[in-house]
């Protein structure tokens, strides 16, 4: 059970914050115990409405709060912290949402000693499928990591890693749906060439990813060899491997996962 004794306020609860607060009233943490602040009154207006939280000003969200999760853009966390950062008691929890930023980048903002923790989570959060990927900063123990991992269980799994490894994490699990999302488009618009109702080549895809990625989580067996299993001599599946390696699919992949791991390094040198 979520331990329901910690005040706990979004600040900037845009879309990765508004799946922190609904994950956390999903798992049964007390909406009494929850916080959220917003930038435009409208948005605060509609995250009352939907979930029942107090909407408030950033530096109520400080004074009342035992952990403050941080979820603004991280272009606007140097004006946030410049507001809030001399008022952060340094024995309060304050956890990073924000992509590319080091907990450093907090610590020097805050008050000596406040433990920061960051966390890379992603969109499945919404179907409580999330990966959230874990870090502590110099002063988080491992009780701050608990407490962290407590909240992001609901919203799916959780993994501790160094936060040398963080960049990495955001171009392979924070960034992934979207590339999951650009094949399933991608094979949808192959499926109609081929003649299949729009409709038809959808489910067919869907339900074909997801029986894909319960089979790589529960059966334990490497991707290889899953592959090799439908991949038949002369078959067609080895033709169309063929193709997709003419065409330098894999390449591509590498390619892509380190221009994201690069851009969230670009992203924490233009926020400094």
């Known amino acids: 059970m979520v331990d329901g004794r910690h005040t706990v306020a979004v600040i900037g609860a ?6 922190m607060l609904s994950g956390l009233l999903r798992s049964g943490w007390p909406v009494d115990r929850l916080l959220a602040t917003a930038r435009r009154p409208g948005r605060a207006d509609e995250l009352a409405a939907r979930y029942g939280v107090r909407v408030v000003d950033n530096l109520t969200a400080v004074d ?22 001399p008022k952060v008691p340094a024995d309060k929890l304050v956890i990073s949402l924000c992509a590319g930023l080091p ?29 959230s990927a874990i870090s502590a900063g110099a002063y988080a123990t491992g009780e701050h990591l608990a407490l962290a991992e407590e909240m992001f269980k609901p919203l799916g799994a959780t993994l501790r890693v160094p936060e040398s490894q963080q960049d990495a994490v955001t171009a392979l699990s924070g960034s992934g749906p979207a590339y999951f999302y650009l094949l399933v488009e991608a094979m949808t618009d192959a499926g109609i060439l081929l003649g299949l ?6 489910d067919l895809i869907v339900q074909t990813a997801i029986g894909s990625a319960v089979m790589l989580r529960d059966s334990g067996e490497h991707p290889v060899k ?13 033709s169309a491997i063929r ?15 380190e221009a994201a791991r690069d851009r969230a ?4 040198a233009q926020a400094e």
């Open 14 to 19: 845009g879309k990765i914050g508004e799946l």
């Open 226 to 238: 899953l592959r090799e299993a439908v991949t038949s001599p002369a078959g067609t599946t080895i």
């Open 265 to 268: 390094r670009e992203l924490a």
């Open 197 to 202: 109702p729009r409709q038809v080549a959808h």
């Open 64 to 85: 009342e709060a035992e952990v403050l999760a941080v979820a603004v853009k991280p272009q606007d966390a140097a004006a946030l912290l410049d507001e809030i950062g």
């Open 103 to 131: 907990t450093s980048f907090f610590s020097r903002r805050l008050p000596d000693g406040t433990p920061v923790v960051r966390v890379m989570t992603n969109t499945p959060a919404l179907v409580d499928q999330a990966m």
């Open 243 to 257: 193709e997709l390696e003419n065409h330098g699919v894999r390449a591509a992949l590498l390619a892509a996962l």
